[in-house]
């Protein structure tokens, strides 16, 4: 087993220890936070770190710290459970808490990333998480055998306890931790058969949940600060166009007003009290804005520019298999249809904000953003300050879905709104309608496939054309290669079917409406159209759409996919009789590692109006860390994503997004919950993610649902728009 | 000044008469439990009782809530032991927990009318948003708080 050197991280304590407190005086920060520091410095005298992620109290509490941020996922307590399992430690004395950001970059990103997306909070750290708990563990019984000077060999660590087997004495890690400490750290500690797991895989109760029943959790938009003065923002309605005036004096006079401070494309009022008197100023303030070049733009012509995209006569190739080209010639049936998904908003319940505090020495920020170091950097760039002299103060989020990971211009506007006035933490919060109107929607996108059926009704060749916004063009351009946005084409380029020719192709169609990752990403409008495609299919080939897709999943490649489909099938009863009117719809899909597959049953009445009676939605992800967290993702996934099914649509006039508020931009509330039952198969060797995987089945099993039920087959969403009227 | 009696604490503020209560707890008194979702009274983030009644206090002007008894999340319980504050638990209800006080005053108003409520009940009186999707376990929530409420013999509160 190697060793690193220990000596850096005990020295560096200290001198973080000094520096940090002498910082603090210094600034002479609100008293709170000067109480808050002290009393973390006074708890890390007493609380032993006996590596990054793991500090001691003598009196037996273990607190296992989290890098990445809990916006709803549970990773709050299933990334200590990581930790706790090698750790081998009494899980009722454990605490998680916030891995500091400033500690993770003058630590040489000891903490390894502070991003959360990807559904890649577990399956990202496992690997290291539990290899620090397992270090930990044998650092304390390496401890407790110096202790009583005996091999360490015969020392076993349970339930927070060391025993020495031969004579049965006893030490707990409080009473060994600060010893502990003082070794060094194991590198490659072998880690425990998933066989003998006894925290990982079992249901854990979430750390966070008891102070959000009461409301004492904070989020970003609860910081309170003395003296803090409240920001409202108007930003340009057209994308891409600027502030051209504003008439300050008309509202110099109102309640509270501090000031107008104008940015280039967007405008702030800042006041004093309350956010409401910024926000009224605001409403009363007259803004002239240039709207740019794109102020002619609409849902309409986007769709044209769509259409050129799928008319086009080359674009590049995603995948390539075989000869279309002659399966085409010699098909017996040929299949051919255009899908189309709207752009989406996240609607994140909690809207943007960000509080900033700017003072000559440093600049505090409370922001609800995905990633703290990018939150850290964003804010240095912004402030023009070292970023050393950042301190990002890690809240939980109310709600993320992908809105705040690579896009934070909320923690821009308020560093520069702070800059403005040092000294005085200022807290700007978007409104709703900043929110909806301002977004980084999940991309528009036409989609044209074609397939070809033999005379036995055997698929033959696949073709696919997709004219889409690319969300990465802009912002991650690794992720384009040879014109392919390789994320944008997921689900399609990587489809698990033994089509034994395809031919797929890409048409980037950028607008000038600001695209982001939303909630699964390209899994959740090309699942809809492949899965409703491939249910169009088997009714071309007269075959039962579940029985169909088998056919085409016995590779061993897709054997998993496979497996998650009929398990949920079953689960389903798939073959059984169904009340008088309702119907079926299945569909599968793998994304983010995990395996995923829904059945969904749904009647239309004479009315055209559609219920949604039960869906049954499974998911294998490898391993599992808390199961429970796994199924509330999985049930919040059928909210999030028949949302956008049923409701979900941004459209665009004049330039700008025509939705505003949730009376035109809906959601699905609990009264048109169906029965929701969640099917865990984790079938261990890998470790998939949990997000956003239960996402991509559900559109589709739904309109497939709605085809069993009336013969309409949906080729666009949301439903809201379409008649399901039997015809 | 306004005189408002918040969780049974009786304050003056030095507030415009049309501020948002929303706004008075939150920015004012400090209750940061009352949230902020929408500002239409679409989303019930912001839901408070007032002299029992569920109201949504990003709507409602302070004035008209002068002289009322005012209940926030803060003054449900003093200790997270309401029935449905256990019950939430239980159940792990919450996700990212944004909208899930306004969700659990909803339902607090519900059962101190309707201490048996059926799903249609429940139905009709919580139509807070939650994007985290948390609808199926906040049923069960209350559900298992009013079975709890009922073998206590009614609930207070």
């Known amino acids: ?727 | 000044m306004i005189s408002l009696t918040v969780n049974g604490t009786e304050h003056s503020v030095d507030v415009g008469s049309d501020m948002r209560l929303l706004w008075v707890l939150r920015d004012i008194l400090g209750l940061t439990g009352t949230k902020f979702g929408c500002g239409m009274s679409l989303c019930g983030a912001c839901t408070v009782h007032l002299d029992g009644e569920p109201v949504r206090s990003c709507v409602m002007p302070v004035s008209i809530a002068a002289g009322k008894k005012i209940t926030t999340i803060e003054g449900l319980s003093t200790d997270g032991g309401h029935p449905l504050q256990q019950a939430w638990i239980a159940h792990q209800v919450p996700q990212c927990g944004y909208c899930q006080t306004g969700m659990i005053m909803s339902a607090a108003a519900l059962l101190k009318k309707n201490p048996q409520p059926t799903d249609t009940d429940i139905n009709e009186s919580v139509t807070n948003i939650c994007r985290c999707g948390t609808y199926v376990r906040v049923r069960a929530a209350i559900h298992t708080a009013a079975q709890k409420s009922g073998s206590n013999d009614g609930m207070k509160g």
């Open chain 1, 1 to 727: 087993m190697k060793q690193i050197s220990n000596m850096s991280r005990r020295s560096f304590l200290l001198r973080s220890a000094a520096v940090g407190g002498g910082l603090l005086l210094e600034v002479t920060l609100p008293k709170s936070s000067v109480a808050e520091a002290e009393q973390v410095s006074a708890q890390a005298e007493t609380s032993p770190e006996v590596t990054a992620w793991v500090l001691i109290r003598p009196d037996d509490t273990i607190i296992i710290r989290v890098a990445r941020v809990e916006m709803g996922q549970g990773n709050f307590t299933g990334l200590p459970m990581l930790v706790a399992e090698e750790l081998a430690c009494d899980w009722s004395k454990v605490q998680a808490e916030y891995a500091s950001t400033s500690e993770h970059l003058r630590r040489n990103r000891i903490f390894r990333t502070m991003l959360t997306g990807g559904s890649r909070s577990i399956r990202d750290s496992q690997e290291y998480l539990r290899t620090a708990g397992a270090a930990a563990r044998l650092m304390l019984t390496s401890a407790a055998a110096r202790r009583w000077d005996v091999p360490v060999a015969e020392c076993v660590a349970a339930n927070s306890i060391i025993t020495h087997t031969p004579t049965q004495r006893q030490v707990s890690f409080g009473a060994v931790a600060a010893e502990a400490a003082t070794l060094d750290i194991p590198e490659n500690p072998p880690l425990k058969d998933p066989a003998d797991w006894t925290i990982l895989g079992q249901p854990a109760q979430r750390f966070d949940i008891p102070d959000k029943v009461t409301g004492k959790t904070a989020f970003a938009i609860d910081t309170r600060l003395p003296g803090m003065v409240y920001a409202a923002i108007a930003q340009c309605p057209v994308f891409g166009g600027s502030l051209k005036s504003v008439d300050a004096e008309k509202i110099a006079d109102m309640r509270g007003v501090v000031k107008v401070v104008p940015l280039e494309d967007a405008v702030v009022v800042v006041a004093k009290e309350s956010w409401w008197n910024a926000q009224q100023a605001l409403r009363a303030l007259p803004i002239e804005w240039d709207f740019g070049e794109h102020a002619q733009v609409s849902s309409d012509s986007i769709l044209e520019f769509l259409r050129e995209g799928i008319q086009l006569e080359k674009a590049p190739v995603s995948r390539q298999e075989g000869d279309i080209d002659s399966a085409f010639a010699s098909a017996a049936t040929t299949i051919e249809a255009d899908y189309y998904a709207p752009y989406l908003e996240h609607a994140t319940m909690e809207p943007q904000n960000c509080t900033a505090l700017y003072t000559e020495q440093r600049v505090d920020v409370w922001a609800p953003a995905q990633n703290s170091e990018a939150t850290a950097a964003v804010t240095a760039e912004t402030a023009d300050v070292p970023v050393s002299r950042v301190e990002v103060h890690k809240v939980h989020l109310g709600g993320g879905f992908g809105r705040r990971g690579l896009y934070i211009e909320f923690v821009r506007q308020a560093v520069r709104i702070a800059k403005t006035m040092p000294g005085t933490p200022v807290q700007l919060i978007w409104s709703r309608e900043e929110d909806i109107q301002h977004g980084r929607y999940r991309p528009v996108a036409l989609v044209r496939m074609r397939a070809a059926l033999n005379a036995s009704g055997e698929p033959t060749a696949w073709s696919v054309r997709q004219a889409e916004q690319s969300i990465f063009s802009a912002v991650r351009p690794h992720l384009i290669r040879d014109g392919v946005d390789i994320v944008g084409v997921r689900t399609f380029a990587d489809a698990p079917y033994a089509f034994p020719n395809m031919h797929m192709e890409y048409a980037m169609r950028n607008t000038h409406v600001p695209p982001g990752p939303w909630r699964a990403v390209a899994h959740t409008h090309n699942p809809f159209f492949r899965e409703s495609f491939i249910d169009e299919l088997a009714h071309a080939a007269g075959q039962d759409p579940y029985q169909f897709r088998r056919t085409l999943l016995q590779t061993p490649q897709a054997s998993k996919d496979l497996a998650i489909l009929d398990a949920v099938a079953e689960a389903a009863e798939w073959d059984s009789p169904l009340p008088e009117g309702v119907h079926r719809g299945i569909a599968v899909q793998d994304s983010y590692g995990s395996y995923t597959a829904a059945v969904i049953e749904a009647s239309v009445n004479g009315a055209g109006e559609l219920t949604i009676h039960r869906v049954v939605t499974g998911i294998d992800c490898g391993y599992v860390a808390n199961p429970d967290s796994v199924r509330a993702q999985l049930e919040g996934s059928v909210v999030y994503g028949l949302t956008a099914a049923l409701y979900g649509e941004i459209t665009i006039k004049a330039g700008r997004v025509e939705q505003s508020n949730f009376h035109d931009y809906q959601m699905m509330r609990l009264a048109e919950m169906p029965t929701v039952e969640v099917i865990l198969k984790p079938t261990g060797g890998f470790w998939g993610g949990a997000g956003e995987p239960g996402m991509a089945p559900l559109a589709p099993a739904l309109c497939n649902a709605i085809f069993a039920a009336t013969g309409k087959r949906i080729r666009s969403l949301p439903l809201k728009n379409h008649d399901l009227r039997p015809a």
